[in-house]
């Protein structure tokens, strides 16, 4: 009997610090994405790596003093007196999630677009520009002992980043962090966003991005950015290089094997253009075409997400089948449909209907070219 209640209690022990283990995060896993010291002082940030639920981060306004004027020897906060909040997730979140952070600034009980935020002091950026260092760790800054890992910092105001931060609004860099990898001073100007310029994985071109002051859009008045509202996506992009032949479902002509619904599709200028044939209902994620891609008679290209067309899209239909494309997110770009006709000289008439949900054949019938 005692072995089974030994037995039980471990087991449930085990249960319980389980669902509360914490993702531990790297440098880079979380990067800011909208910051403003003029209004509310909001900031919102993007996840670049997969968490639990529980998982905690610390958002600090205090600068770090990166070698206490005394060559790396002692580096520590420059000012522990500035605000910090505790952020805690509260269910399982992908990599290329956003989140939002609402007037800190004025809010005794905080709202957040996810998780949960705890404030520690009185929160509030220099209007002239500031900083923001994302860590995680143990507690709010005392000495620098409570710090795990440094994960980012985003800078703005009339200086860089500097070696004393004794001063309220500046920062070095924090320790392990890199200049223009994970650390950003983002310029001059008091608020920025970033301008959605680089969405797609693989993470590391995500980091990249967001790392560079020139992806964000500043201003010195008091817009209150919010968050980009950029869709993220973190998995890797399966590129078609056309190796083999023209064949879609040919793992050989892809980087990263023939595309499922999850994949994110990327169509680059290459000798094989890429046909989906009669016998091929393709999958994807999201694709970006930028060369051609063509659909025959009885090939179909299912999109979960988003369709980028900055090339030639085909669809073909012959005397019995025709091609499919469905999109279920957003559509942008031509999409060229050719539909098969008989010409045998006894055929006279045609029937078709319009080649799109929601198309008015009214409309499409009376359009000049059509």
Not at 79 to 102: F, Y
Not at 123 to 136: L, T
Not at 167 to 177: E, F, H, K, Q, V
Request: aromatic letters at 10%; proline letters at 3%.
């Amino acid at each position: 009997m005692r072995r089974k209640l030994f037995f039980t209690s471990a087991f449930f022990g085990l249960i319980f610090y389980s669902s509360f283990a914490q993702t531990t995060l790297s440098a880079g896993d979380v990067a800011i994405t909208s910051f403003n010291s003029d209004d509310l002082d909001e900031f919102s940030f993007v996840l670049l790596k997969d968490i639990t639920s529980g998982t905690i981060i610390y958002f600090t306004a205090n600068g770090w003093d990166d070698d206490a004027n005394g060559g790396g020897i002692a580096p520590t906060w420059g000012n522990i007196d500035e605000a910090t909040l505790k952020w805690t997730s509260n269910t399982a979140m992908s990599c290329g999630a956003e989140v939002q952070i609402i007037l800190p600034s004025v809010n005794s009980t905080l709202d957040v677009s996810t998780g949960s935020v705890v404030k520690y002091g009185n929160w509030g950026f220099k209007i002239s520009g500031d900083a923001i260092i994302v860590y995680q760790g143990t507690g709010k800054p005392l000495n620098g002992t409570e710090v795990t890992t440094f994960l980012w910092v985003f800078n703005t105001g009339t200086v860089g980043f500097v070696s004393d931060a004794a001063a309220t609004a500046t920062t070095g860099i924090p320790t392990s962090l890199i200049d223009g990898t994970n650390a950003v001073y983002a310029g001059t100007l008091d608020n920025f966003q970033y301008n959605c310029s680089n969405t797609l994985g693989p993470v590391a071109s995500l980091k990249t991005a967001l790392a560079t002051p020139g992806n964000f859009s500043g201003t010195n008045t008091a817009v209150n950015y919010k968050a980009s509202g950029c869709s993220f996506y973190c998995a890797t992009v399966n590129t078609w290089s056309g190796t083999t032949n023209t064949d879609w479902n040919n793992a050989g002509n892809w980087s990263d094997g023939i595309p499922n619904g999850s994949s994110t599709v990327s169509i680059p200028n290459v000798t094989n253009k890429p046909i989906i044939s009669s016998v091929t209902n393709a999958l994807v994620n999201n694709i970006t075409v930028g060369d051609i891609l063509t659909i025959n008679g009885g090939g179909s290209l299912s999109i979960a997400s988003n369709l980028t067309n900055n090339g030639t899209f085909n669809i073909n239909s012959d005397a019995t089948t025709n091609g499919s494309l469905v999109v279920t997110g957003t559509a942008s770009g031509n999409v060229t449909y050719n539909r098969y006709l008989s010409s045998n000289g006894t055929t006279k008439w045609h029937l078709f209907g319009a080649p799109v949900g929601n198309q008015d054949i009214n409309s499409f019938v009376t359009t000049a070219g059509n």
